[in-house]
């Protein structure tokens, strides 16, 4: 029987980012994941001899300076091919047929407004004011976890935000429009949440040329270099608990190992399913996990082009129309979409790009007891209708789109659900509610205490904002002065 300092499970993105730092401070680290391929939302497939991502689309923040830079540096994930979007327009809002261009910089980003908004000036000057205070308050939230910026701004409402510092209706659409990085719901999304991921791409936004594989697979890889192991095709069918403490971890139903911590990089209420019946988990405390909802899922098309039809854009774009609410999304794949270029390997024309619009676990929930590709010919259909929604959409933006389109693969929140191990499909995990951030917004610490949990439904979604939880993940078992030593954070 093997024994480790650290068991994690599950090689997304926040698994693998504390399998990296607890094996470089000298732990032996186990990282297991069920698949046959590390990455979670993170890795990429191959459809036709074509690569596509599976949720990696683009991240904010990786100039020289600024944090995500601090956090991949540290990470070994610099040197990939990283390839910054336009910085005059990294966003491009389309409500019905007029357009708006986001910029990079917080002063670059207002004057680009105040060209089709003169009016709200001071608007837009508090309102990147505010962004800019929750940037640059992140190294003190790893400083000083609790008595941040952050501890209030989760309990307060960012729509209510914006209503009271824009007062032009039609700037708020605008600037809530690249809203499918994160789920807007005006009576529960956070201030913080909303500012914290909106500034960092306000400071700078980069795709990932050739996918995200290839952070995974170097972080994998940093891993093994540092004395660790990470396996595939290895999932985690039990959790046992001995003396008010996880002391096996069963893989496989047949493999047993030891571990002095565990870490769970996955929906909590799936790590929780894992442990079998002890004192340690009141059912009170199974019944409040069990019970937080999800944020909506995605409807996903992946095109590949005809060759030498669709010229390259450097930025990403947000289609609304003009009767979209997009404080109130209604997944129904009609008012909203997101059109984003993988960055073509040669040549100014696109080769791939991902169209992608809010889908609610209820259309597909009928399905959920069938297997890929036994769910038959309603199913077929029902992604088939939703692609030629897309299509729709799209040309509203690129015109004849339909006729480019090689090949389409599509996906729904059932496949996110079965592949990379999503509960309910959900983009963005738990929805964090300000009415009630601490029923909402989670510790990495669970009633036993060498069991913890890190990943998106924690805090903070996206690559930020999961990073920044994988490091509050680490402090549990390291202590926070060596994680803030390990990446220099007072340096920041």
Aim: glycine share 10%; aromatic share 8%.
């Amino acid at each position: 029987m093997n024994h480790y300092d650290v068991t994690i499970l599950g090689a997304g993105l926040g698994g693998l980012e504390c399998g990296f730092l607890l094996s470089r401070v000298g732990l032996k680290v186990l990282v297991v994941e069920k698949e046959p391929h590390v990455g979670g939302c993170l890795q990429t497939f191959q459809r036709g001899g074509h690569t596509f991502d599976t949720g990696f689309h683009y991240v904010g923040g990786l100039a020289e300076g600024q944090t995500l830079n601090h956090i991949f540096r540290y990470f070994g994930l610099l040197d990939l091919p990283w390839h910054q979007l336009d910085t005059e327009c990294f966003d491009e809002v389309v409500i019905g047929d007029k357009q708006y261009g986001f910029a990079n910089g917080h002063e670059a980003f207002v004057e680009h407004l105040c060209q089709q908004f003169p009016h709200q000036r001071e608007a837009l000057t508090q309102y990147v004011k505010m962004l800019k205070m929750v940037g640059d308050n992140l190294p003190k939230s790893i400083l000083q976890p609790g008595q941040d910026l952050g501890a209030s701004l989760f309990a307060r409402s960012a729509h209510e935000f914006l209503c009271e510092t824009v007062t032009d209706p039609l700037l708020r659409q605008v600037l809530s429009g690249t809203s499918l990085k994160m789920e807007l719901k005006a009576d529960t999304l956070p201030l913080y949440v909303f500012a914290q991921i909106n500034n960092s791409f306000i400071q700078s936004a980069w795709r990932l040329k050739g996918g995200g594989q290839q952070l995974v697979d170097a972080l994998a890889n940093g891993i093994r270099n540092n004395g660790g192991e990470v396996r595939t095709m290895s999932e985690v069918t039990a959790l046992r608990e001995n003396n008010g403490m996880i002391s096996e971890v069963e893989i496989n139903h047949n493999d047993i190992v030891t571990s002095q911590w565990v870490i769970g990089n996955m929906h909590p209420s799936r790590l929780l399913s894992l442990v079998e019946e002890t004192k340690m988990l009141r059912r009170i405390y199974r019944q409040r996990i069990g019970r937080l909802e999800n944020t909506f899922g995605m409807f996903t098309a992946n095109l590949r082009l005809k060759e030498n039809t669709l010229p390259y854009a450097n930025r990403n774009v947000f289609w609304h129309s003009n009767k979209a609410d997009v404080w109130n999304p209604s997944n129904n794949g009609e008012e909203s979409l997101l059109i984003s270029y993988q960055v073509p390997e040669n040549g100014e024309f696109a080769q791939n790009i991902d169209l992608l619009t809010p889908m609610s676990w209820g259309e597909v929930e009928q399905w959920q007891e069938t297997t890929v590709g036994h769910r038959g010919d309603e199913y077929k259909q029902l992604k088939q209708m939703w692609l030629d929604k897309t299509l729709t959409m799209a040309e509203h933006c690129l015109p004849g789109l339909s006729s480019m389109v090689d090949k389409a693969f599509t996906s729904t929140p059932l496949t996110y659900n079965n592949y990379v191990n999503t509960a309910q499909g959900s983009a963005y995990g738990i929805r964090k509610d300000y009415n009630n951030p601490l029923g909402t917004i989670l510790a990495p610490q669970t009633p036993i205490p060498n069991l913890l949990l890190t990943g998106q439904s924690l805090n903070l979604h996206g690559v930020l904002g999961t990073s920044m939880t994988s490091l509050f993940t680490c402090a549990s078992i390291v202590g926070l002065d060596k994680v803030i030593d390990e990446l220099k954070v007072r340096e920041w």
